[in-house]
Nanobody, 121 residues
Framework: VQLQASGGGLVQAGGPLRLSCAAS????????MGWFRQAPGKEREFVSA???????YYVESVEGRFIVSRDNGKKFIYLQMNKLKPEDTAVYFC????????????????WGRGTQVTVSS
């Protein structure tokens, strides 16, 4: 599976931004899909996922502000980010075939190139 994220950019604190991820190659219907991010000087962290059964998962810091969704027919996933904060600034990566959802050890087999999100204060 090849993944291409888009939609990153510069936004003021409190504003919204929507990330999209186009998948190509295999169908994604049976994959847990989602997003990780990496802020400058920090390790990559899990942000959000949507299971193959359409169950959403979020890291606590984005709960209530971000919404993850998927369109299996178009092979897209999305991350609607609302009420953005400067601490959301990071490179966001679209990922596929996630394992460990609901645990502290979430991993993914397929990674796309990241898209930069910068939130100004």
């Amino acid at each position: 599976v090849q993944l291409q994220a888009s939609g990153g950019g510069l936004v003021q604190a409190g504003g919204p931004l929507r990330l999209s991820c186009a998948a190509s190659g295999r169908a994604i219907n049976n994959y847990n899909m989602g997003w990780f991010r990496q802020a400058p000087g920090k390790e990559r962290e899990f942000v959000s996922a949507i299971s193959w059964r359409d169950r959403p998962y979020y890291v606590e810091s984005v709960e209530g502000r971000f919404i993850v969704s998927r369109d299996n027919g178009k092979k897209f996933i999305y991350l609607q980010m609302n009420k953005l904060k400067p601490e959301d600034t990071a490179v966001y990566f679209c990922v596929a075939r996630i394992i460990g959802l609901g645990s502290t050890d979430v991993r993914a087999d397929y990674w796309g190139r990241g898209t930069q999100v910068t939130v100004s204060s």
